[in-house]
T-cell receptor, first 115, second 112 residues
Framework: NAGVTQTPKFQVLKTGQSMTLQCAQD?????MYWYRQDPGMGLRLIYY???????DKGEVPNGYNVSRLNKREFSLRLESAAPSQTSVYFC??????????????FGAGSRLTVL | SQQGEEDPQALSIQEGENATMNCSYK?????LQWYRQNSGRGLVHLIL?????REKHSGRLRVTLDTSKKSSSLLITASRAADTASYFC????????????FGKGTSLLVTP
């Protein structure tokens, strides 16, 4: 029962480099989310996918792209990394529509540093 | 924009004492949830209270919701050192697209 798995756990990039954060869930959840967490800012929603085949912008989408590859996987891409994107990124999922389905299950996080 | 605001930002108590954290929000909600985050880890769901509920209990946790004041409180009774963590409230509104809006969190330190 892995739940939500994020890779990599740590990454250091130089300004302008690109990278993709991977997220996979094995709970057959419909909806998936990417949040970033910065000191003193709590969690802010970057993008989400309410169901397979759909994606929507959250509060802070600029500089990011996402792909809902299939029901299990939801990736977050930084095309040209900037120091302001230094953060801890969390992927989460939920089973929209089922009883008690409002609860998010989170991955362990990916710590990204952009130099 | 972020919906919830927790208060206080930081709380330090001794084992056995009760810890109370508050959350205020701005717009109408379907439900309000509390999550815990241990240092360096992901968030873990603690308890959910729906907009038509006023109080809910789960073990040593007690959550209240006052929709007229747009506020909630989380009470942890008989705190233990293992309760040391950050606690976040999160709200789901009728037009949130199934996303949760999180507050900035309360950092709780429980000393032996």
């Amino acid at each position: 029962n892995a739940g939500v798995t994020q890779t990599p756990k740590f990454q250091v990039l130089k300004t302008g480099q690109s990278m993709t954060l991977q997220c996979a869930q094995d709970m057959n959840h419909n909806s998936m989310y990417w949040y970033r967490q910065d000191p003193g800012m709590g969690l802010r929603l970057i993008y989400y996918s309410a169901s397979e085949g759909t994606t929507d912008k959250g509060e802070v989408p600029n500089g990011y792209n996402v792909s809902r590859l299939n029901k299990r996987e939801f990736s977050l891409r930084l095309e040209s990394a900037a120091p302001s994107q230094t953060s801890v990124y969390f992927c989460a999922s939920r089973d929209r529509g089922a009883p008690g389905a409002n609860v998010l299950t989170f991955g362990a996080g990916s710590r990204l540093t952009v130099l | 924009s972020q919906q919830g605001e927790e208060d206080p930002q930081a709380l330090s108590i001794q084992e056995g004492e009760n810890a109370t954290m508050n959350c205020s929000y701005k717009t109408s909600i379907n439900n309000l949830q509390w999550y815990r985050q241990n240092s360096g880890r992901g968030l873990v769901h603690l308890i959910l209270i729906r907009s038509n509920e006023r109080e809910k209990h789960s073990g040593r946790l007690r959550v209240t919701l006052d929709t007229s004041k747009k506020s909630s409180s989380l009470l942890i009774t008989a705190s233990r050192a293992a309760d040391t963590a950050s606690y976040f409230c999160a709200t789901e509104g009728p037009n949130s697209g199934y996303a949760l809006n999180f507050g900035k969190g309360t950092s709780l330190l429980v000393t032996p």
